[in-house]
């Protein structure tokens, strides 16, 4: 059998094809020279595998779609503290451009605008950095995430460069409110090459997977990042990612994203997968119009909205059975906090007496650290109510089940 999540995607293309709305970046001079009509579409999931349609070879300068994986990069070079108390995350409500920093700190106000997007990369590898090392760490980093070496559009990053005053006037202002201490042209330069990175959209896919993925590649299997600076990212990038479209883009399609002025697209669905579109023709928020559409398409179809969240706790306790003098808790799927809520709640009205209880995690996928926390503190109080507690565990989902006093549940 031929899989059909290519063919949908193809329709999906084939759907939007004739609309040519919006207009193409002209304020970098190399990009209004891109071919206007390329349209591409890849998803990669979370489990490593990627699906296209249209022109998903074709590479394209990421442009502000570096900003989310900079800022990645920096949390991870610098740690929280650094990188929080030089740029915001809250959504500004303007022009990605604007020459704005947040009143009372003077921070830029989040990492996805121009100002925060400048600020991000003055931080990356470490402190006193040059212009080579930072640009190097973005590429690196950038490589490592689309799993293939990367290179950057000198032709698009010469262009940009020649008529780069707004970022030049951005780190200036910067400069002078002591954001950065290198000097404002070097820092822009820096900035400029990491944004002329060429990707395609396959590569976009993989890279919004290994977020979607907590940080691990989902091919290499590789942890890129950590857990805590994948979710950080993602939840900028939700807040702050479509610049003064956020609002819209988040009830419309809620799915966390980063746009680019060449036309790119990038969605990262938490738990799920990486999406990567291109269309270069853009809107008045600099959002590319048939990518706008295209995710606004797939997150209705495929029920993709951050939103819609699955009711993972009222799953989990498949049955509650007593047999033989003995209460068997079967319990199946994910276990969360919810899920883990209910099997509390259900051992707190439990009147089966004082026989055994039984936890059967043969079918549970796997426990939330919370949700391990919350099983053990229930069998700890089912054992203090004087029950013998056994555990049936095939597959080792709860491993060291420690009852929190050196003793552990009886295997069966
Ligand atoms: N390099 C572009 C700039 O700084 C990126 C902007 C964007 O993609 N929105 O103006």
């Known amino acids: 059998m031929k899989s059909p999540v290519p063919d949908y995607l193809q329709e999906v293309l084939d759907g939007l094809v004739d609309d040519r709305s919006g207009a193409v970046a002209d304020y970098i001079p190399d990009l209004a020279n891109a071919n206007p009509d390329v349209f591409g579409v890849a998803v990669t999931t979370v489990d490593g595998r990627t699906h296209s349609a249209g022109d998903d070879e074709v590479e394209f300068s990421i442009q502000s779609i570096s900003k989310p994986f900079a800022y990645a990069a920096a949390l991870t070079d610098r740690g929280f503290d650094a990188v929080l108390g030089t740029v915001g995350v809250e959504p500004s409500g303007e022009a990605f451009n604007e020459l704005s920093l947040e009143g009372d700190s003077r921070r830029p106000k989040n990492p996805m605008i121009n100002a925060g997007a400048i600020a991000t990369h003055y931080l990356l590898s470490r402190s006193g950095a040059s212009v080579t090392e930072r640009v190097d760490r973005a590429l690196e980093f950038f490589s490592e995430l689309a799993d293939r070496t990367l290179s950057i559009d000198e032709s698009v990053c010469r262009s940009e460069l020649e008529t780069a005053d707004r970022n030049l006037s951005i780190a200036h202002m910067l400069r002078n409110y002591g954001v950065i ?36 590649h989902p ?29 819209h883009w988040l009830t419309t ?59 993972y706790g009222s799953t989990v306790l498949r049955s509650v059975r007593a047999d033989g003098g003995e209460l068997i808790l079967e319990l199946q799927g994910v276990v969360q906090f919810t899920g883990a809520e209910s099997v509390l709640d259900s051992l707190e009205f439990d009147e089966s007496g004082s026989g055994t209880v039984v936890f059967d995690l043969n079918r549970v996928d796997r426990l ?45």
């Open 368 to 412: 939330s650290d919370v949700g391990r926390r919350m099983v053990l503190e229930g069998m700890r109080r089912v054992r203090l109510d004087g029950r013998e507690v056994v555990l049936v565990d095939r597959d080792g989902v709860l491993p060291d089940p420690d009852l929190g006093d050196g003793t552990y549940p009886k295997a069966r």
């Open 219 to 247: 091919v290499t299997g590789r942890r890129v990042v950590a857990t805590e600076v994948a979710r950080q990212t993602l939840a900028v990038m939700t807040g702050c990612g479509m610049y003064d479209a956020a609002g």
């Open 253 to 311: 399609v809620g799915i966390p994203a980063k746009s680019g002025v060449a036309g790119g697209l990038l969605g990262s669905l938490p738990g799920q997968l990486g999406i990567g579109v291109v269309s270069p023709r853009l809107d008045v928020h600099g959002n590319s119009v048939r990518g706008v559409r295209m995710f606004q398409r797939m997150s209705a179809d495929m029920g993709m909205h951050l939103m819609d969240a699955e009711p």
């Open 181 to 216: 201490d290198s000097p404002a042209h070097d820092v822009v330069e820096g900035y400029t090459r990491q944004c002329s990175i060429k990707v395609t959209v396959r590569d976009l896919a993989v890279m919004g997977a290994t977020l979607a993925n907590a940080g691990v």
